[in-house]
């Protein structure tokens, strides 16, 4: 199972590149910190109070259900008697006030983004999103569709991607558990570890390509292959950086032009989000 | 809650001026002692079933109009089945009505047998037969646990049903999975049959899943039938025959209301014309019938699986080949509709074909319940009080991914 976290490492591109919200260089503040270490040699103390908070926060994360459709369902699962995430210290609250975690669930549409984007808002730093379900992260078959956004991280900065239509209890809760990961790695100051999700694209992309080529050469009449193919080309030319040795083909070159731009409630992060746009 | 007004209005006496239960009511012209205060329920609120919008109109603690809001999940499946070939639809309606997924498939599929004039073998039909019962018990199962969690603050042992429904829920969710590989978004049926056969020693497995929840099943209902359960759901949201008719309700909440209807015996499809299916009504029409009817209905669907199982036909499991390309399956000509009876009501699937797109439907239209039953809102929430609200809407069980589509 590949859970992804959401920090881009050394090698990835720029946020604004990637045409998505990335927050990876906020850091974990808290205005009690400043005013305990400007008193000399409690910095010892803090330490260890620091250890009992961070051990605190990373077993009482609170989640937000943000669950609009089939993931929904699939959560409940996961909150329910089986899975059980409350014995994690993740328990469910309806109210977005007292929350650490917004664990989007579902297909997010365009009447329903700005809804989302706000009560993002309206959650207490600090805060982290968890995108569940193909549908958060990426739209998955209704990405084209009119009315669905392509990915709930074209509004609001995602940390974990938990993938899979939909996930199971148990990859909700190994997403939970990279999530505590990722907290504990941020209160620490360390950095945290990413995974390779730009090359699966690539892996997953390029023998597609191939694949239609052959198929629309032996029927140049096709008119659905031939759609697919295009719709493959355009999606394989991201912005990701292309692993050495591999080059793109010469019919691929032209960038895919970008999507209407949502446009959430607020301006704060998510006006340089839409897919493309380069500010 | 901020109520302004006479200090009568918000005691136990009685109430000065009732309420008009009109769902056309013209508020400019309403007259209370009280100003109205606007309420807006939803879309992100944990007891309205998904993202759906309510806004309500109160009087005090009453509701006077209420005006439900849909499209917050909008994904324009009809639309994307327009051009997606017949196969590639399938498992795109699993995601509509995501409590019964297996029985999304199988409307799709039979509307599109029947569109290209292709029969189905006894197997295939009699495990469609046996997996839509299953996933009835499954459903009903969850309505059960959420309505009882709706209800559930004020209410001794609200949460553990909702728990032991979700145990139990699991118990088939394991039987699909060992079927078909998922827990669900199954997409086991095909247009001409099914593509999972039984796997070696399921149906004991699911003979010994039906005995554990039927033994367990009594024990947390004794759990919830207590006197507050029944205050707040007796007499609480009543449809009339004659509205639910009206409305196009189906499913549950028109058989609470006192209609015998169930498309399963009288339209019956895949092998219900070969059993006696026992349908469960009452006549109340309130909450309380709506959840004795699932109740009830959960028990025949587990004396169906037991006759189901004991019985499974030999044969071939599917009349066409397993999918090669896109364009198998053609229909240049012809329109149909299906209804088939879901855990929500008469779920419909009407497709027309076209002979200048013939490998995917030209149009295709859904009915779903679940809308029919949100319809039934404004005309049943004013004149109760807003708790009264989330128990009507937990007991309508309207499901969104099917409502807005």
Known sequence: MAVSSGDPGEDAPPPAERGRVDESARPYEHPLYERLLSVPGLDVAVAGLDQLLTWGAVNSLWIFPMATSCCGIEFMAAAASRVDLDRMGAILRGTPRQCDVMLVAGTITVKMAPRVKRLWDQMPEPKWCVAMGSCAISGDFYRDVYSVIPGIDTAIPVDVYIPGCPPNPEQVMEGLLRLQQKVRLQREGRPVPRDDRPETEERMIYPAIGQLRRRLAAAPADPITAAQLASAQALRVREFPLPPGVELPADAAAPRPGRAPVAPASESAATSASRGEKP | ?405
């Open chain 2, 1 to 405: 809650m901020a109520v302004s007004g006479s200090v009568a209005s918000t005691g136990a006496g009685p109430r000065t001026r009732a309420p008009v239960p009109d769902p056309h009511l013209d508020l400019e012209r309403y007259e209370a002692d009280a100003d109205l205060m606007t309420l807006s329920l939803g879309p992100q609120h944990p007891s309205t079933h998904g993202v759906f919008r309510v806004v309500l109109y109160l009087d005090g603690e009453t509701i006077v109009k209420a005006v439900p809001h849909a499209g917050y999940l909008h994904r324009g499946v009809e639309k994307l089945c327009e051009k997606l070939s017949y196969s590639n639809v399938v498992p795109i309606l699993d995601k509509n009505d995501y409590v019964a997924p297996m029985l999304n498939e199988q409307a799709a599929c039979m509307a599109f047998e029947r569109l290209m004039g292709v029969e189905v073998p006894i197997r295939a039909r009699w495990l469609r037969t046996l997996l839509a019962e299953l996933q009835r018990i499954a459903s009903h199962l969850l309505a059960l646990g959420t309505f009882a969690i709706d209800l559930g603050g004020a209410l001794g042992g609200g949460t553990s049903v909702f728990m032991y429904c979700f145990r139990e829920r699991e118990l088939i969710l394991d039987l699909f999975e060992e079927l078909t590989g998922c827990r669900f978004h199954y997409n086991t049926h095909c247009i001409g049959g099914n593509r999972h056969d039984v796997p070696p020693g399921w149906p004991e497995l699911v003979r010994a899943a039906l005995a554990t929840i039927e033994a367990r099943f009594d024990a947390y209902l004794a759990m919830l039938e207590h006197p507050i359960f029944a205050d707040r759901t007796r007499g609480v949201g009543t449809i009339d025959a004659g509205l639910a008719l009206e409305l196009g309700l189906s499913g549950p909440n028109l058989r609470a209301s006192g209609v015998d209807h169930d498309l399963r015996r009288d339209a019956p499809y895949h092998v219900y014309d070969l059993l006696e299916v026992r349908v469960a009504t009452d006549s109340g029409g309130d909450c309380w019938s709506r959840y004795k009817v699932r109740v009830d209905e959960i028990r025949e669907s587990l004396r169906l699986v037991r006759l189901l199982l004991d019985d499974l036909p030999a044969g071939p499991l599917s009349s066409t080949k397993p999918l090669g390309v896109v364009s198998q399956f053609k229909a240049t000509t012809g329109q149909v509709y299906v209804g088939i009876e879901s855990p929500r009501g008469e779920l419909g699937t009407w497709v027309i074909a076209d002979a200048r797109k013939a490998t995917s439907p030209y149009r295709m239209k859904l009915r779903p319940p679940s809308l029919h039953a949100v319809a039934a809102i404004p005309y049943v929430l004013p004149g109760h009080t807003l708790s009264d609200a989330i128990a009507i809407l937990g007991s309508l069980d309207p499901i969104m991914g099917e409502v807005d589509r």
